[in-house]
């Protein structure tokens, strides 16, 4: 009789569990232990939440710093038939509320640091809940909340020959929410085969790239992205699969964030700009060896300036493009352009070319696919393995996803002939000036290179006569001249208009200066919040 072998995560474990038992995963100062001791625990954590009555479709969220722990949900809560909530701890805690309550959580394990956060609402939380506390260190915790263990207690009693059930591939695996600007938040869900393709195709774009670049057996893993967020982009996955030292940072901080690179030799990691932009910034951050550490940047454009400041710190650069609703990834930059190419350091910051079973179009109101000819712009849809079936119980929102039968992602942007994806802006964030639309993507792109610039942004503001203008946000980096800084990218606008790589529609009516950039729950540049922002000042 033939097995179909399902598609399903813990069939991940199999192979690092056979080449590498022994290899290290690091929480921080707070654990250290080996991928044998990762698979008893994650047995264990299978069993005790079992004793919690969780079973197949039962739906466990977790609020917790990135952590060992968090790994160890990762497998054994899907493997035992449910659903993974990751929990944006960074939302408001209404917000945070409307998602536990959307997604019928039945156990939710909770960090001491977001006791307070969950004891301002469990009141009114709609269905029974068990709780469990999390905690770096052993000690009593402060809670009014009725807690069902402490998770190493739990553990600890509980059975380390514990076996997982076998499941169908397409059983649902994990369950995060989305933000937009409006409305609601939206529940995002992927199968544990959409997670176990996601985890191939990112080590095939990825991985086998020559030279420093790619992703390797050698390679020390730092995720930089929340684990909320995106499956932390499904790196987790994939460290675990190709057996890497794992090193999990706990609560992010700058300073701490750099030790921990230098002390555990960490080679790989990923986070959005703003946080590359921060670390960079820190204090210990020029005493810090960059000089082994690939980073892949996403979530959001990779600044020109940035990646030049990144480069010349030694660092291997380049971004990559994805979306919550697509698991995340749907391309990725060049990792083989040398910088010293003429058009080397664009196509490191370039959204990138399809991954591996990604179809890509860009296309105009009418569906219709737009030329790859590096200039025609239009909506950016896909078709992948992995993309979401769409938003929990949203049919309406989950049809107009899938709209035409490819999966909408509001972006816009450009293809050239040789396949690579140029972003230009959000659809909503386009800047629509006398008629032409404006890239805020572009306008910052030409200035981000400005000296003294420590962070800027391009919005769109209203104004009667030409519907827009664009305006720019601006962060000045400690000790810079103002004067000399805000000269300095007009006069960086208006050569990239001389040479006809800018529109003169971009040129900003207004720079407003100001102390930082509003950003998201994410750490993403948050627009809207900015648009709201200047209308008032
Ligand atoms: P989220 O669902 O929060 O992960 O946000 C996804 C959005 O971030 C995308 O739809 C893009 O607008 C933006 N984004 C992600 N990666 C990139 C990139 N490399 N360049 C430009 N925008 C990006």
């Known amino acids: 009789?033939?097995?179909?072998?399902?598609?399903?995560?813990?069939?991940?474990?199999?192979?690092?569990?056979?080449?590498?038992?022994?290899?290290?995963?690091?929480?921080?100062?707070?654990?250290?232990?080996?991928?044998?001791?990762?698979?008893?625990?994650?047995?264990?954590?299978?069993?005790?939440?079992?004793?919690?009555?969780?079973?197949?479709?039962?739906?466990?969220?977790?609020?917790?710093?990135?952590?060992?722990?968090y790994l160890e949900c990762f497998f054994a809560v899907p493997m035992l038939g449910a659903v993974l909530h990751t929990v944006n701890v960074r939302l408001a805690p209404e917000q945070v509320l409307y998602t536990i309550n959307h997604a019928a959580d039945e156990v939710i394990l909770v960090h001491e640091d977001f006791l307070p956060l969950?004891?301002?609402?469990?009141?009114?939380?709609?269905?029974?809940?068990?709780?469990?506390?999390?905690?770096?260190?052993?000690?009593p915790a402060a809670t009014a909340l009725p807690l069902a263990g402490e998770y190493e207690g739990l553990l600890a009693a509980s059975d380390g020959a514990f076996r997982f059930p076998e499941l169908d591939e397409n059983t649902r695996a994990t369950l995060f929410y989305t933000t937009g600007t409006t409305g609601d938040p939206k529940g995002v869900t992927f199968t544990h085969r959409q997670?176990?393709?996601?985890?191939?195709?990112?080590?095939?774009?990825?991985?086998?790239?020559?030279?420093?670049?790619?992703?390797?057996?050698?390679?020390?893993?730092?995720?930089?992205?929340?684990?909320?967020?995106?499956?932390?982009w499904g790196f987790p996955y994939v460290a675990t699969l190709l057996g890497l030292k794992q090193v999990y940072p706990g609560r992010y901080d700058p300073e701490r964030l750099l030790a921990l690179i230098a002390a555990h030799g960490v080679t790989f990691s990923h986070c959005v700009p703003t946080i590359l932009n921060m670390l960079l910034g820190a204090r210990t951050a020029e005493a810090t060896d960059l000089s082994r550490w690939k980073v892949i940047i996403g979530g959001a454009a990779l600044p020109a300036g940035l990646a030049e400041r990144a480069l010349a710190r030694g660092i291997d650069i380049h971004a990559a493009y994805g979306m919550s609703e697509t698991c995340p990834l749907l391309t990725a930059a060049d990792m083989t352009a040398s910088i010293a190419a003429p058009d080397g350091l664009a196509l490191r910051c370039a959204t990138g070319k399809a991954a591996p079973l990604v179809e890509l179009e860009i296309v105009g109101a009418d569906m219709a696919p737009l030329p790859h000819d590096g200039i025609a712009t239009g909506e950016v849809v896909a078709r992948a393995p992995w993309l979401t079936a769409g938003y929990l119980n949203d049919p309406s929102g989950s049809d107009s996803l899938w709209a035409g039968g490819w999966l909408h992602t509001g972006d816009v942007?450009?293809?050239?002939?040789?396949?690579?994806?140029?972003?230009?802006?959000?659809?909503?964030?386009v800047i629509k000036s006398g008629g032409e639309w404006i890239s805020s993507l572009h306008l910052e792109t030409v200035v981000s290179r400005c000296d003294g610039l420590a962070e800027t942004a391009a919005i769109g503001l209203p104004d009667a006569e030409w519907g827009e203008r664009p305006c720019l946000l601006a962060v000045l980096r400690p000790g810079a001249d103002r004067a000399a800084v805000e000269a300095a990218m007009r006069a960086a606008i208006d050569a990239a208009i001389g040479a006809g790589t800018?529109?003169?529609?971009?040129?900003?009516?207004?720079?407003?200066?100001?102390?930082?950039?509003?950003k998201t729950s994410v750490g993403k540049l948050d627009k809207r919040a900015m648009r709201a922002m200047v209308a008032k000042s």
């Not at 474990?13 to 995963?25: K, S, V």
């Not at 670049?213 to 995720?223: E, I, K, Q, S, T």
């Not at 003169?504 to 200066?513: N, V």
């Open 413 to 429: 942007g450009a293809i050239d002939p040789a396949g690579t994806l140029v972003l230009s802006d959000r659809l909503k964030d």
């Open 195 to 232: 997670i176990v393709l996601h985890t191939l195709a990112v080590i095939a774009a990825v991985g086998p790239v020559p030279g420093m670049g790619g992703l390797h057996r050698a390679d020390v893993y730092m995720p930089i992205t929340p684990l909320f967020h995106v499956h932390a």
């Open 1 to 69: 009789m033939t097995h179909a072998s399902p598609l399903t995560i813990g069939q991940l474990l199999r192979t690092p569990l056979a080449n590498t038992p022994g290899q290290e995963i690091i929480h921080a100062d707070v654990m250290r232990y080996s991928y044998a001791g990762l698979w008893q625990r994650i047995r264990r954590l299978g069993a005790a939440l079992t004793d919690l009555g969780v079973g197949a479709g039962s739906v466990v969220a977790v609020l917790d710093w990135d952590s060992h722990r």
């Open 502 to 518: 800018l529109s003169k529609w971009a040129r900003p009516g207004r720079i407003e200066w100001c102390d930082s950039l509003p």
């Open 118 to 139: 969950i004891g301002a609402i469990a009141a009114r939380i709609i269905r029974p809940v068990r709780f469990v506390l999390l905690q770096d260190r052993p000690g």
